[in-house]
């Protein structure tokens, strides 16, 4: 099965963790769309919702998937469920 929509990555430019996270992503063929939370305040307010805590990356799988951090076993099996 292909990806049919892309993962959401909520991050800032001076976070490390989400260029490793997108880095990941890119190694894995995996489709995002980045989102720069200090750059939009409603990006912010909608990872905030997502994920109940203010940290970065926080990563939406889709369907109530959301995976903060670089935590890639965590990470592996969303993705199981995207593509």
């Known amino acids: 099965m292909t990806q049919t929509k892309p993962v959401i990555v909520y991050g800032a430019e001076w976070c490390a963790y989400c260029h490793v996270a997108m880095q990941y992503f890119d190694k894995k063929g995996v489709q995002y ?7 939009n305040r409603e990006w912010l307010n909608e990872s905030i919702e997502k994920s109940g805590q203010t940290g970065i990356p926080v990563l939406d799988f ?22």
């Open 33 to 39: 769309e980045y989102r720069d939370v200090d750059s």
């Open 62 to 83: 889709g369907n109530g998937k959301v995976v903060v951090g670089f935590d890639r076993p965590r990470i592996d099996a969303a993705l199981d469920g995207v593509k």
